[in-house]
């Protein structure tokens, strides 16, 4: 799997990813991609929970994200937690999410992060990967089939960092469904 190291090192030596915002724009980033694909199927829904220990998951009832096979057969994924998405981070037109700041795509959740879980369902097989501040730690792990697909990505924003202002879940509702008009966002909070 191909990691950009000096990338994701940007991404955390850039002070102007730690705006007070900072963990709620992460979520936007993460939930740009079942947005997207909510689009493109003429609807989707995502569950955003907000976990006890400070980390965050959003899981979309989608497709999965995308995989094929290697020459030797294993199975392998566009790496968009761990090089930059050449669609977004460099561009000058990339769009503005709900938050007036511009996609820069999922490396910028995952270098963010102390860790990240990607979990992965597709008809063909499911997975998933921890990262370390974005470098992956596993390999992907398979899963047994459960008879759904999707993706849930669950990450902790890195407390070492500025700290973000704490999310409020009226505020998640409404920029998540700014997003895709056929998106359908449910918000737990299950902090204390």
Known sequence: MEVDVDHLEGIRRDPTFDSRNRDLHLVL???AYPADEASDQGGGSALITLHPDGSISVADKGRGTDTR??????????????????RFFDSTDAPLLPDGQPRRGMSVVAALSTWL??????????????????????????????????TTVHFLPDPSRAPGAKILVS??????????????????????
Not at 69 to 86: C, E, F, N, S, Y
Not at 139 to 147: A, V, Y
């Open 171 to 192: 505020e998640l509702e409404t920029l998540g469904e700014a997003l895709a008009p056929v998106l359908s966002v449910e918000v737990r909070d299950c902090r204390s």
């Open 117 to 150: 879980v990607h979990t992965n369902r597709r008809t063909h097989g499911s997975w998933t990967q921890r990262y370390e501040r974005g470098i992956p730690v596993t390999e992907l792990i398979p899963l047994p089939d459960n008879g759904t697909t999707g």
């Open 29 to 31: 980033e993460v939930l």
């Open 69 to 86: 096979q290697d020459v030797h057969g294993r199975t392998i994924r566009k790496p968009v937690m761990a090089r930059k998405d050449l």
